[in-house]
């Protein structure tokens, strides 16, 4: 039999490299719920605010990830970079969530919160099946609206 120990470590070995696409690009990942609570309240959470709620599916892996890398590049970014992992990290998840005012949970998506409230949000139904240029625009044309 099986330890759940030993799929755990599994399934971490799996995930880490979906971690990775966005740690490189500087996103902070958030584990826990007061990890969570810390970045997006108070200080921390003044100015514009990237969560990227990622997920081991197959339009995270196609088009969410790689549309946050080519949407940094463009000339306006949000302050801050932050993600959590739906499924895996699901308390931290869960928490995150709860910033996300009158938004059913979706992953993977977006939200760009700014001065700590909701601005934005774009859902997986809005990343399924859409060229990765059109994902990365729409993510864009957030930044220009609602970053400074």
């Known amino acids: 039999m099986v330890s759940q120990n030993f799929y755990f470590q599994q399934m971490q070995m799996m995930v880490q490299p979906m ?33 990227v709620v990622n997920s081991v599916c197959g339009c995270a892996a196609g088009l969410a990830r790689p549309a946050v890398a080519l949407s940094l590049k463009h000339d306006k970014v949000p302050d ?3 993600t959590v992992f739906a499924g895996q990290d699901r ?28 601005v934005h949000m774009i859902h997986r139904h809005e990343i399924e099946n859409v060229p990765l240029e059109e994902l ?13």
């Not at 998840?93 to 409230?117: H, I, M, N, V």
Request: negative net charge; charged residues 30%; glycine residues 8%.
């Open 91 to 118: 308390e931290a998840t869960a928490q995150a969530r709860t910033y996300f005012e009158g938004q059913p949970p979706s992953s993977p998506s977006f939200a760009l919160l700014k001065d700590g409230k909701l």
């Open 19 to 51: 971690r990775d696409e966005l740690t490189r690009l500087g996103i902070k990942e958030l584990r826990t719920p007061e990890e969570v609570d810390e970045a997006l309240q108070g200080e921390g959470a003044k100015g514009t605010t990237l969560v």
């Open 80 to 82: 801050h970079l932050y």
């Open 136 to 148: 990365a625009a729409k993510l864009t044309s957030a930044y220009d609206k609602y970053c400074d």
